[in-house]
T-cell receptor
């Protein structure tokens, strides 16, 4: 079993929809949680970073962490075609090593 | 501009040759990382370094080597011992608590 599980998609939604992206994890030592966006043939870009259970909002993006269920989510409101990318969740414990999900490919259609 | 610079963007190598990928950062970050990305497999950690002159193997270190002689630089050598080197290689760095990692734009290596 992988430490971090993420549905690879692809996920296709119409413009303006609310998108929900999810990851589950098995390692209770994970304390820090991140979401990255990666466009094709580019490096991942950090979108959200959180270290506590609950919600964190930044513009159209909301990151949600439920440590009791070992489940994290990224919500995108009013999705745009420019949001079409692969979204990677990442997690870390007290050590420096990040563990990534495999990424979910999102396509926002006009 | 602060950031992470990887070079070259595209690299072709003949079988049996070693090749070195460059990674430089001016973010004053202590930790640096090398990841390999293959389709459908996400990012896999090759090596990481938390301080100068020290580095640790990641999950897939076989066939790779690194050095960390300067804080700003963390070059990766793909040796001829790496059986399947064609991939997209990503360098990253992180600062305090080594959590938020920032990535370069990657080097796509193709063995011909």
């Amino acid at each position: 079993q992988k430490e971090v599980e993420q549905d690879p998609g692809p996920l296709s939604v119409p413009e303006g929809a609310i998108v929900s992206l999810n990851c589950t994890y098995s390692n209770s030592a994970f304390q820090y949680f991140m979401w990255y966006r990666q466009y094709s043939r580019k490096g991942p870009e950090l979108l959200m970073y959180t270290y506590s259970s609950g919600n964190k909002e930044d513009g159209r993006f909301t990151a949600q962490v439920d440590k009791s269920s070992k489940y994290i989510s990224l919500f995108i409101r009013d999705s745009q075609p420019s949001d079409s990318a692969t979204y990677l969740c990442a997690m870390a414990g007290t050590a420096s090593k990040l563990t990534f999900g495999t990424g979910t490919r999102l396509q926002v259609t006009l | 501009d602060g950031g992470i610079t990887q070079s070259p963007k595209y690299l072709f190598r003949k079988e049996g040759q070693n090749v070195t990928l460059s990674c430089e950062q001016n973010l004053n970050h202590d930790a640096m990382y090398w990841y390999r990305q293959d389709p459908g497999q996400g990012l896999r950690l090759i090596y990481y370094s938390q301080i100068v002159n020290d580095f640790q193997k990641g999950d897939i270190a076989e066939g790779y080597s690194v050095s960390r002689e300067k804080k700003e630089s963390f070059p990766l050598t793909v040796t001829s011992a790496q059986k399947n080197p064609t991939a997209f290689y990503l360098c990253a760095s992180s600062g305090y608590r080594n959590t938020e990692a920032f990535f370069g734009q990657g080097t796509r290596l193709t063995v011909v």
